[in-house]
């Protein structure tokens, strides 16, 4: 481990060398908006478990890492191997980041209808600087979030998206980020993908992010969505994340709606050893609806952390939050789930369910539904649940014949299907249910005999509990 000093000296370093090379390092507003955001992480450093939204989770194991900035390499065999067994069946497009890079070789752009780019976010900084210039780094709050200053920083490659005015895209765009290993005489790699997608009004598209690992080595991957629906926008937005149990993920979205834009946003957390992921959609246009979805499943010494900030700031808006978390052995996972009813947000109606399965005596959820008011004609309400698998439930089961490991993957995979209902027929929503179904195969098989009996039934929590 390393000091303070040393570490932001390490961060400091890499940015300097970053700077001479960076794809639109000539453009000032571009240089500007790096050297801003790199001057705020400076000034902020990491965040501690004394910063409120970063409470449940100690991010000391990054903060005292040095990292080496990953650099763009060529495909290989197994690279090409791996990405052509992560494809969406019937995807629109396939584009392919290695470390954070844009891989060409392993991307296939398909057949994608007229009115809708998608680029690299480096090649498109250098063919059309303007168009993202409108948008880049308009959103994300680098004041308030050290991870995103940081990000913004070194935002150079990633996922570009436009889609027109009234275009309707019917299949997936899947963006697909693979860490790569390094030699044990490096230190382990970092890379901060940066994606800008833009929905113009009444236009209509499915986005999924998927992170994995080519090895076991240890990797930080910090990335940073800017999502901007148009008015009348119908956008689903994935998060996977299953890289290897020493990998760090920090992810953060961040979502800006229009009037009567309809966002939803799914988050699968299966894999990660440091997991947090941030959603923050601001619902700025009136009549807007916003659906924040997610399962985390957690095992061994993983750390999930799920956190959630909704800003109501139009009157007639309407979000709803619902995150089911199962932990098996010594796994920590979080659920901060904040919601802002601003004052001119009259006629807001808003809701937050967290449940969790603890499936072992040493798993341990923090969860913690929070309102913020300041408006007088509103519905809001939050709660939470934590739990066991029902032994009856079970008992029922077995008594049918089906064998203990069938009798937990079947009343785990129900519980996990209440994310799954909520996501739209197609296929993104078909490759994520088989992503579910092999992760929680896999998840009891770690398991072994390791879980305990389960006792009761969910117990619900009043906030005084939980608070």
Known sequence: MISTTEQLQSHLENFSEFTKHAAGRDLGWLRKLREDAFARFCEVGFPTTRDEDWRFTNVAAIAKSV?????KSGATPEKSALA???????????????????????????KLPTGVEVNSLALQIQKDPAAVERHLGRYLNIQRDAFSA???????????????????????????????????????????????????????????EDYISLD?????????????????????????????RQAFNISTLRMQQGRSAN????????????????????????????????????????????????????????????????????????????IIVHKDAQKTDAKQTNRNLLLSDDARIDTKPQLEIYADDVKCTHGATIGQIDEVALF????????????RKLLLSAFAGECLDRMKQGAARSYVEKLIDESLSAFLLSSGNASNELLSKDRELSWEEVG
């Open 216 to 244: 076991d080595s240890v990797s930080f991957c910090n990335t940073a969505t800017e999502l901007i629906a148009g008015d009348g926008a119908i956008v689903s937005h994935y998060m996977l994340e299953r890289e290897n």
């Open 84 to 110: 052509d067994q992560r494809i969406i069946p019937d995807s629109s497009c396939r584009l392919v980041f290695v470390n954070g890079h844009f891989a060409a070789e392993l991307s296939s752009m398909g």
């Open 67 to 71: 990292f080496h900035l990953a650099t």
């Open 263 to 338: 966002v939803a946003s799914h988050s699968v957390l299966l894999g990660g050893g440091l997991v947090r992921n941030n959603v923050h959609p601001v619902l700025a246009g009136e009549g807007g609806e916003c659906l924040i979805n997610g399962l985390f499943a957690g095992t061994g010494e993983q750390h999930l952390d799920n956190y959630m900030l909704v800003e109501h700031a139009s009157p007639h808006c309407g979000s709803r939050q619902f995150y089911n978390g199962i932990l098996n052995d010594h796994a920590h996972g979080v659920f901060h789930g904040r």
């Open 396 to 407: 029922y089961l077995r008594s049918r014949g089906i064998d203990e490991a069938s009798s």
């Open 150 to 208: 940081l990000n913004t920083a070194f935002a150079e490659d990633g996922a570009y998206i436009h889609i027109a005015r009234r275009t309707v895209l019917e299949s997936p765009i899947h963006l697909l980020f693979v860490s790569n290993g390094i030699s044990s005489a490096q230190s382990p790699l970092m890379m901060h993908p940066r994606n800008l997608i833009v929905a113009e009004a009444e236009s209509e598209a499915t986005i999924v």
